[in-house]
């Protein structure tokens, strides 16, 4: 009676075991489809048009900071204005290429492809791109306003350095003279008597103005009626103020022009980076190493724990074959079931945290969230159909020898002999 209980007691924990094992088989085969998976962030983030939102809340975020706010001034730009130019300095492909990059690096540190991840922004082209959209910008302002017609090198000379000192001091002007009313013999010393400008600007823009004070006279001369030279005047102005702010962002970029997001973080919590990948590790080892052997063990143990049921049930040949078959089958049917279940319980689930918050890029991420717990409650259903197809075969293959050995049975049982004569005993002696 004892045997009997211990050993039901067994098998009910084998089965148990076999049934976690192979939810944890399918849970680790997940997460290394799912979790490390660059591609499923990717799309995620393009199906819910994530790509777009990050772009126009950096945009505004750029425009928020110190030094962009001086080169608005500086250059007299509009809000509205710097919004359209900065998204043609920080294109939205730009930008997708960049946070796919980002995300591809951590999903190689994750999986252990990378023991130092580098992670960074690379901000040559949009540095590049800022300084020449920024200098358009200053032709473009120049270009719009009116044209006027002084007729005197005095008069022309004193509208000229009220240009620059407009520009320099972040004001665009109402108008921009020409030369085309100055008499010819008196251009070149209408624009020589523009360099007393010279004494009124700030260090940098005036040493930009005089390094192309040639070109823009020869310019101003020979173009008489072109704005072509008070563009380049304008321009020599504004020249040193977009290098500020442009040498203001490089003081937290490497020799290529890179953000080390890494390097951020490390000095965001106080840490050297030594230390803070190490405690990184801490968190990455774990997820490494579901992904690379959880799979693996997981079956294993499934294996093991089906072995020991059949052995449990030594020595009934069909028990043994009977019970590992009905328990793979539980267990198929239980993954279905769990998965089913927990599918309908994430698909309610909405995340609310980004409902008063101004983080740009705080509804994308509940976006990958809410996808991420809905993807790893979803099992695949191959594994749980192939176990129950050898989970049946297996309990087919126990009740075909229960048949086969009743069968057996009731066709041979004890013969009543043709002659009982001789055995009877013989009376008398």
Request: glycine share 4%; net charge negative.
């Amino acid at each position: 009676m004892l045997a009997t209980a211990l050993r039901t007691l067994a098998a009910l924990l084998l089965a148990v075991l076999i049934c976690a094992s192979f939810l944890a088989f399918l849970t680790a085969s997940k997460v290394r489809a799912t979790l490390l998976e660059p591609t499923f962030y990717t799309t995620v983030l393009d199906e819910n048009d994530s790509y777009a939102t990050i772009h126009a809340g950096l945009i505004s975020e750029i425009g928020q900071t110190e030094e962009m706010l001086q080169l608005q001034d500086d250059l007299g730009m509009p809000p509205d204005d710097f919004y359209e130019l900065a998204k043609e300095v920080v294109t939205l492909p730009y930008l997708k290429a960049q946070i796919n990059g980002i995300i591809t690096g951590v999903m190689s540190y994750l999986r252990g492809e990378d023991e130092d991840p580098q992670l960074y922004v690379e901000l040559a082209q949009p540095i590049e791109s800022m300084r020449r959209v920024s200098l358009d910008y200053v032709n473009q302002r120049v270009e719009s306003v009116e044209q006027t017609h002084p007729t005197t090198a005095e008069e022309y000379a004193r509208e000229a350095r009220n240009l620059i000192d407009l520009i320099e001091g972040g004001d665009i002007p109402s108008s921009v003279p020409s030369l085309t009313n100055v008499p010819e013999p008196m251009r070149g010393a209408a624009v020589d008597q523009v360099l007393f400008v010279l004494t009124r600007l700030q260090p940098q823009a005036a040493a930009s103005l005089e390094a192309h004070w040639d070109e823009i006279r020869r310019m101003a001369v020979q173009q008489p009626q072109s704005p072509e030279a008070m563009k380049l005047a304008a321009r020599s102005v504004a020249s040193p103020y977009i290098d500020e702010a442009v040498a203001y962002i490089r003081v937290h970029l490497d020799d290529q022009d890179r953000f080390d997001l890494v390097q951020a973080a490390a000095e965001d919590s106080d840490l050297p980076r030594d230390q803070f990948l190490a405690d990184a590790d801490s968190v990455r080892d774990p997820i490494n190493s579901l992904q690379s052997v959880g799979p693996a063990i997981a079956l294993v143990i499934m294996s093991l724990a089906t072995i020991a049921l059949a052995l449990v049930n030594l020595p009934h040949r069909t028990s043994m074959i009977l019970w590992p078959g009905i328990t793979l089958i539980v267990a198929g049917i239980l993954a279905i079931i769990v998965s089913a279940l927990l599918s309908a319980l994430f698909s309610t689930i909405s995340f609310d945290a980004c409902a008063d918050a101004t983080d740009f890029a705080c509804q994308p991420v509940m976006d990958v969230l809410r996808e991420l717990t809905g993807a790893m409650a979803d099992f695949p259903i191959l594994p749980s159909i192939a176990l129950i197809i050898i989970g049946s075969l297996t309990a087919a293959v126990a009740a075909i020898i229960i048949i086969t050995a009743d069968f057996r049975g009731a066709g041979t049982g004890p013969t009543r002999p043709a002659n009982m004569s001789g055995d009877k005993p013989k009376e008398g002696w």
